[in-house]
């Protein structure tokens, strides 16, 4: 399959640090990106060009690259963090630029 | 105010057609991407294409092409996606969103048109 591949589901306690990852078989000359989609919402950019946040973003948010995985950090996780979250990865050379993750369902124990 | 504005919901019946649109505002249109995914019930975002109104240079996933089609009006700011047969696989939740650059994030999605495919 050509989709990033990411965790199904993540648990953390409230207060605790949330990491989900994407993988992709080279992330060299890629960007990615990041969103957040609530229960009956459309998603939401909380992470651009693999560490960039957007303004007024919570500084508990945060990304970084390595090798052939990307990952989305969420400190101090709260229940409203409670979301599915998808890495997007560009890549102009493939058939499919711009393909989102498998998604990983992040939960707030 | 910036925003996307995309109508909540159509019904239609297998082998129908369908143009679903994308109303923008507050920003110039044409310096702009716009996006289409798509989110059938219960699962992951799907990347379908992108075109960009200034030089309606569109491309698709192959995933999509011959499937859909995506065009824009400049002249009313509007962004389409449209079938011309549609199946009852169809059904999914459409979301356009914007890009400033093709490898740019969508740092503005509209709030879905759900599309119900149903004899």
């Known amino acids: 399959s050509y989709a990033p591949t990411q965790p199904p589901s993540v648990s953390v306690a409230p207060g605790e640090a949330a990491r989900i990852t994407c993988g992709v078989n080279?992330?060299?000359?890629?960007?990615v990106h990041w969103y957040q989609q609530r229960p009956g919402q459309a998603p939401v950019l909380v992470i651009y060009?693999?560490?960039e946040r957007p303004s007024g973003l919570p500084e508990r948010f945060s990304g970084s690259s390595s090798g052939n995985t990307a990952t989305l950090t969420i400190t101090r996780v709260e229940a409203g963090d409670e979301a599915d979250y998808y890495c997007?990865?560009?890549?102009?050379?493939?058939?499919?630029?711009?393909?989102f993750g498998t998604g990983t369902k992040v939960t707030v124990l | 105010e910036v925003q996307l504005v995309q109508p909540g919901a159509e019904v239609k019946k297998p082998g129908e057609s369908l143009k679903i649109s994308c109303k923008t505002s507050?920003?110039?249109?044409?310096?702009?991407?716009i996006a289409w995914v798509r989110q059938m019930p219960g699962k992951g975002l799907e990347w379908m294409g992108i075109?960009?109104?200034?030089?309606?240079?569109?491309r698709y996933s192959p995933s999509f092409q011959g499937q859909v089609t995506i065009s824009a009006d400049k002249s009313i700011s509007t962004a389409y996606l449209q079938w011309s047969t549609l199946k009852a696989s169809d059904t999914a939740m459409y979301y356009c969103?914007?890009?400033?650059?093709?490898?740019?994030?969508?740092?503005?999605w509209g709030q879905g048109t759900l599309v119900t495919v149903s004899s």
């Open positions: 969103a914007r890009h400033r650059l093709v490898s740019d994030p969508f740092d503005l």
């Open positions: 075109i960009y109104p200034g030089f309606s240079d569109t």
């Open positions: 080279n992330f060299a000359g890629r960007s």
């Open positions: 060009y693999d560490s």
């Open positions: 507050g920003y110039t249109f044409t310096n702009y991407w």
């Open positions: 997007q990865v560009w890549d102009s050379s493939s058939d499919h630029p711009g393909v």
